[in-house]
């Protein structure tokens, strides 16, 4: 497995196709390096419209970039909150309970590197309550540190199973792409990943 195989376009990609998010259709380039022919430009030219992801000083936007942790619970995040049509609208009462819950959720669950005014705080605090995320042994999340496709799979699946409590994990999936092992810890992530065609562009026995 590639430890950094075009993750944010991947991303993009998988959550485009399986959060079901709507494509785009648009043919302007906003991005000089974000053009037709991309093997992701459809789902990054829809987070790009929508302002969901930011570009460069100098007109780029740099697709092939590294992807930090933090960077990319947040666009999980927001593509399952921004684009989920069938969310139900709370009551004032009820979003009033809710805030308040989750203010005190924020205060108990806390990892030791990540600090109250840390830019992405609040999509790491919802990918804890939405079981998305759960850092590391040591009590840290490590936020900055570049995520692998492993790991952005997981939670990727994980939002996924949130909306979707049925989706099954098979522990020791037998099918599986030619360089994951089924002893690997992300072996389930990477099965259904394969078995639902998650990484059906761009890749095809290896991951």
């Not at 780029?60 to 609208?89: G, H, Q, W």
């Not at 108990?108 to 939405?130: C, L, M, P, R």
């Not at 936020?143 to 996924?160: C, G, H, Q, S």
């Amino acid at each position: 497995m590639s430890s950094n195989r075009k993750i944010l376009g991947v991303l993009c990609l998988i959550l485009v196709f399986n959060l079901n998010t709507p494509e785009s259709h648009a043919e302007e380039q906003k991005f000089s390096d974000v053009k037709i022919g991309l093997h992701s430009y459809v789902p990054l030219q829809y987070f790009i419209e929508h302002d969901l992801v930011d570009g460069y000083e100098d007109g780029t936007f740099r697709p092939d970039s590294p992807v930090t942790r933090a960077e990319a619970i947040t666009l999980i995040k927001k593509a399952v909150i921004d684009f989920d049509e069938n969310k139900e609208k709370k009551d004032e009462n009820t979003a009033e309970k809710s805030t308040e819950k989750n203010e005190t959720e924020k205060k108990e669950q806390k990892f030791s590197d990540v600090a109250e005014d840390h830019w992405a705080t609040s999509a790491i605090q919802y990918g804890i309550e939405q079981k998305i995320i759960s850092g590391y042994e040591n009590g840290q999340f490590m936020p900055d540190k570049n995520i692998n496709l492993a790991e952005a799979l997981k939670m990727v699946i994980l939002a996924e199973k949130q909306k979707n409590p049925e989706l099954g994990l098979e522990e020791k999936p037998a099918d599986l792409f030619a360089d994951v092992k089924t002893e690997d810890w992300f072996a389930q992530y990477a099965g259904m990943a394969k078995k639902r065609g998650m990484l059906r562009f761009g890749f095809k026995n290896n991951i």
